[in-house]
């Protein structure tokens, strides 16, 4: 049997959140909020901080469904940020998703990640910041 090993590319930026994405009309079903929680107050963000938050956590495992060749996925995750660097509950909205499964992955992961916080001067702010995640498998077979 050939050896097999799969190969995932994963990308991870974080992003001020500075405006509305395109979404393409197909992929309006996959975009909302991860979770049907009481609303923030947004009135309370800094849209921009004098630092941005930047990103702590360790790139995440690739996903069990997207280890299977030729899978493409992208979801871009809009996250609100508290004063200490933690998510918010309830705070997780999905902007972009190339399939439901990436979706529901990335709403699950969203309390996971950990970020310096934001600043204005000294004074560490909430905010709001947009993390990609990109995801390909390619197979690669080696023979023996």
Known sequence: ????????????????????????????????????????DLTTL???????????????????????????GTVQLAVVIDTAGHPEAGGAVVLAASDA?????????????RFTPAKVGDRAVRTQAVVPFTFRAVMVRRAR
Request: net charge positive.
């Open 1 to 40: 049997m050939p050896h097999t090993r799969f190969l995932a590319v994963f990308g991870l930026v974080v992003i001020l959140l500075t405006g509305a994405t395109g979404v393409r009309a197909q992929e309006a079903t996959l975009v909302g909020p991860c979770h049907h929680a009481p609303a923030l």
């Open 46 to 72: 800094v849209s921009a901080p004098d630092t941005a938050p930047r990103l702590l956590s360790e790139p995440p495992r690739t996903p069990r469904f997207a280890l299977r060749d030729g899978y493409r």
């Open 101 to 113: 499964q990436l979706r529901d992955w990335a709403c699950a992961y969203a309390s996971q990640l």
